[in-house]
């Protein structure tokens, strides 16, 4: 256990709505890196270590359903959270099935995001990412 | 028209005969007289009598000969053509203008019939397909032109959800330390209540757009439409009854039972707001089977055993020409606020992604039923009797080649996924 801020990386293209993630996220106490598309986020990821990842799906330069697909296979793995304007019953599924930790459809209540990912890292024995 | 089924399976199709050979017509007119399904025919022999009529309306379907005195070869047709474009017309030429007659055909023509080479049985037949097939191009239009704005509609609502909560999250954090009182904090709120709603209404066409189809599963329809009416009776005041009819319990469809829900519930809401003197809203279910005949006027139906869920009500009824606009996106008849026009344009749509059909049945003044028609079988086998259906169906109603061959391509394009 450490007592460092949570480490978060927001992935949207959308610059107000990655800002706006961001700003809810950082107000819990997270600490929060944006990229603008997956292929960005992959390469952050492999400069540093997150606690979770909020992802957009329709996304250019790598959709986040690959994003995702690809952080499910790691063995120490983030959280992985999906942030969608698509309502596709049975994508959600697909997501869930695999593994990732929610979904939530826009427009998204960023104040129970944020809650959310707090309650479950918080329950976490071991942290992914090591103490500073 | 897309679904109204005004036309009744034994009254009479209206021909107007444009003729100016008066032994030709009459012998028209006696050869089809011996055709089960009766013929009301109209005779004129010239193409400005023809035009006054067809601008009458009430027509079935023209008989055409293209040289009349006062207009020859393909213009007769075009002129026909122009004068009403969703008025079948069938072609008649003699033995030496099959070429003429082909081209007719080619510029929209139903068919065309040589002269004195075909019996009675033939040309009524000619008669009758031109009228299905024209309806049947006609749902085929209406289902094309759905499948366009839902598309349009999910590449639009997926860029409005970002701009909602864009606008949403921002206008939450401009409330945060206003004091409740304040009027620049009322004014968010109601601003916010507007975000609300356009999510709502973005939810709706997404629902109406959704691309992947239905998560069908075995559902029992006598659960299905006990839980509607669970649901449906509280939004009935005093002033309005709901009957059910439900099949036995071990009656099941492979179907998603959410979207089935969502039909009924959108149909029982429009029943009730088609009364509002109040009246009976009925829910009604059970087992039918479709014959060659009785699925020849539905668009991607094949002939087999359905399970058929039917809404009425004792309300107003729908005028014949908003009957033909109905199943269209945004077209309502509520006030601005009470409909969204997308409710049964929604009915439609799952109806259709299940193999299935929806029918309306109005009469004004004595009520509308709404009924969906779903395949039993899984849906394996359902693309495959589609397929066959689609090719057997046009195939045998067809007497020109030219004309068989790209309604059912058409036809296969459609299938249901």
Same mark, same amino acid.
């Given at each position: !256990?450490?007592?460092?801020?949570?480490?978060?990386?927001?992935?949207?293209?959308?610059?107000?709505?990655?800002?706006?993630?961001?700003?809810?996220?950082?107000?819990?106490?997270?600490?929060?890196?944006?990229?603008?598309?997956?292929?960005?986020?992959?390469?952050?990821?492999?400069?540093?270590?997150?606690?979770?990842?909020?992802?957009?799906l329709r !996304?250019?330069?790598?959709?986040g359903h690959?994003?995702a697909?690809?952080?499910?296979?790691?063995?120490?793995?983030?959280?992985?959270?999906v942030v969608t304007g698509i309502v596709q019953p049975k994508l959600a599924k697909d997501l869930l099935s695999r593994?990732v930790?929610d979904i939530f459809f826009k427009?998204?209540?960023?104040? !129970?995001?944020?809650?959310?990912?707090?309650?479950?890292?918080?329950?976490?024995?071991?942290?992914?990412?090591?103490?500073? | 028209?897309?679904?109204?089924?005004?036309?009744?399976?034994?009254?009479?199709?209206?021909?107007?005969?444009?003729?100016?050979?008066?032994? %030709?017509?009459?012998?028209?007119?006696?050869?089809?007289?011996?055709?089960?399904?009766?013929?009301?025919?109209?005779?004129?022999?010239?193409?400005?009598? &023809?035009?006054?009529?067809?601008?009458?309306?009430?027509?079935?379907?023209?008989?055409?000969?293209?040289?009349?005195?006062?207009? @020859?070869?393909?213009?007769?047709? *075009?002129?026909?053509?122009?004068?009403?474009?969703?008025?079948?017309?069938?072609?008649?030429?003699?033995?030496?203008?099959?070429?003429?007659?082909?081209?007719?055909?080619?510029?929209?023509?139903? *068919?065309?019939?040589?002269?004195?080479?075909?019996?009675?049985?033939?040309?009524?037949?000619?008669?009758?397909?031109?009228?299905?097939? %024209?309806?049947?191009?006609?749902?085929?239009? %209406?289902? @094309?032109?759905?499948?366009?704005?839902g598309?349009?509609a999910g590449?639009?609502a997926h860029?409005?959800n970002?701009?909602? %909560?864009?606008?949403?999250?921002?206008?939450?954090?401009?409330?945060?330390?206003?004091?409740? +009182?304040?009027?620049? +904090?009322? *004014?968010?709120?109601?601003?916010? *209540?507007? &975000?609300?709603?356009?999510?709502?209404?973005t939810r709706q066409l997404l629902n109406f757009s959704r691309h992947d189809g239905p998560m069908k599963r075995?559902t029992?329809? &006598?659960?299905?439409?006990?839980?509607? &009416?669970?649901?449906?009776?509280?939004?009935?005041?005093?002033?309005?009854?709901?009957?059910?009819?439900?099949?036995?319990?071990?009656?099941?469809?492979n179907a998603d039972a959410g979207m089935l829900q969502q039909s009924?519930?959108?149909?029982?809401?429009?029943?009730?707001?088609?009364?509002?003197?109040? #009246?009976?809203?009925?829910?009604?279910?059970?087992?039918?089977?479709?014959?060659?005949?009785?699925?020849?006027?539905?668009?991607?139906?094949?002939?087999?055993?359905?399970?058929?869920?039917?809404?009425?009500?004792?309300?107003?009824?729908?005028?014949?020409?908003?009957?033909?606009?109905?199943?269209?996106?945004?077209?309502?008849?509520?006030?601005?606020?009470?409909?969204?026009?997308?409710?049964?344009?929604l009915?439609?749509s799952i109806?259709?992604q299940h193999?299935? +059909?929806? @029918?309306?049945?109005?009469?004004?003044?004595?009520?509308?039923?709404?009924?969906?028609?779903?395949?039993?079988?899984?849906q394996?086998?359902?693309?495959?009797?589609?397929?066959? #259906?689609?090719?057997?169906?046009?195939?045998?109603?067809?007497?020109?080649?030219?004309?068989?061959?790209?309604?059912?391509? @058409?036809?296969?394009?459609?299938?249901?996924q």
């Amino acid at each position: !256990m450490n007592d460092s801020p949570f480490q978060v990386l927001v992935v949207d293209d959308e610059a107000a709505v990655r800002e706006l993630t961001i700003r809810a996220l950082d107000r819990a106490g997270f600490e929060c890196s944006p990229a603008i598309n997956g292929e960005q986020a992959l390469k952050m990821l492999e400069m540093k270590d997150y606690d979770a990842v909020v992802t957009d799906l329709r !996304m250019p330069n790598l959709h986040g359903h690959a994003l995702a697909v690809d952080l499910l296979a790691r063995e120490n793995r983030p959280l992985i959270y999906v942030v969608t304007g698509i309502v596709q019953p049975k994508l959600a599924k697909d997501l869930l099935s695999r593994g990732v930790d929610d979904i939530f459809f826009k427009p998204v209540d960023h104040a !129970m995001l944020a809650v959310k990912i707090a309650a479950r890292l918080e329950s976490q024995p071991n942290r992914l990412v090591a103490a500073k | 028209m897309p679904a109204a089924s005004n036309t009744l399976e034994n009254s009479p199709i209206r021909i107007l005969l444009i003729e100016d050979d008066a032994a %030709q017509a009459r012998l028209i007119e006696h050869l089809i007289s011996r055709s089960p399904r009766p013929f009301e025919v109209e005779w004129v022999d010239s193409l400005s009598l &023809a035009l006054e009529r067809i601008a009458d309306g009430g027509l079935d379907v023209v008989v055409v000969d293209l040289g009349l005195p006062d207009s @020859q070869g393909i213009e007769t047709f *075009d002129a026909v053509r122009a004068a009403d474009a969703f008025l079948p017309a069938v072609v008649m030429t003699g033995t030496d203008c099959e070429d003429l007659a082909t081209e007719a055909v080619r510029r929209g023509a139903q *068919d065309y019939i040589v002269k004195g080479h075909h019996s009675g049985a033939t040309i009524a037949r000619a008669l009758r397909y031109a009228v299905e097939r %024209q309806r049947l191009e006609e749902q085929l239009r %209406q289902s @094309q032109k759905m499948e366009a704005v839902g598309a349009l509609a999910g590449g639009v609502a997926h860029e409005f959800n970002n701009l909602l %909560q864009a606008i949403i999250g921002y206008t939450r954090y401009a409330m945060e330390g206003l004091p409740v +009182h304040d009027v620049r +904090h009322r *004014d968010l709120t109601k601003a916010l *209540d507007a &975000a609300d709603r356009a999510a709502g209404l973005t939810r709706q066409l997404l629902n109406f757009s959704r691309h992947d189809g239905p998560m069908k599963r075995e559902t029992s329809v &006598a659960k299905l439409v006990r839980d509607v &009416a669970d649901l449906v009776a509280p939004l009935l005041g005093d002033l309005w009854r709901l009957e059910i009819e439900l099949p036995s319990d071990g009656v099941t469809l492979n179907a998603d039972a959410g979207m089935l829900q969502q039909s009924l519930m959108n149909l029982c809401i429009n029943a009730r707001d088609a009364m509002p003197d109040g #009246g009976t809203v009925t829910i009604e279910s059970r087992e039918v089977t479709l014959t060659v005949l009785g699925c020849s006027k539905m668009v991607g139906v094949t002939p087999g055993e359905y399970v058929v869920l039917s809404v009425g009500d004792t309300g107003c009824g729908i005028p014949a020409e908003l009957q033909e606009r109905i199943l269209e996106p945004f077209v309502t008849t509520k006030e601005p606020g009470k409909g969204t026009g997308l409710g049964l344009a929604l009915v439609y749509s799952i109806a259709t992604q299940h193999g299935g +059909h929806l @029918q309306i049945d109005s009469v004004e003044g004595v009520g509308s039923t709404f009924t969906i028609y779903l395949p039993k079988c899984d849906q394996a086998t359902t693309e495959n009797e589609n397929a066959n #259906g689609a090719n057997e169906l046009p195939v045998d109603a067809m007497l020109t080649v030219e004309a068989s061959a790209s309604l059912a391509d @058409q036809l296969l394009l459609t299938q249901p996924q």
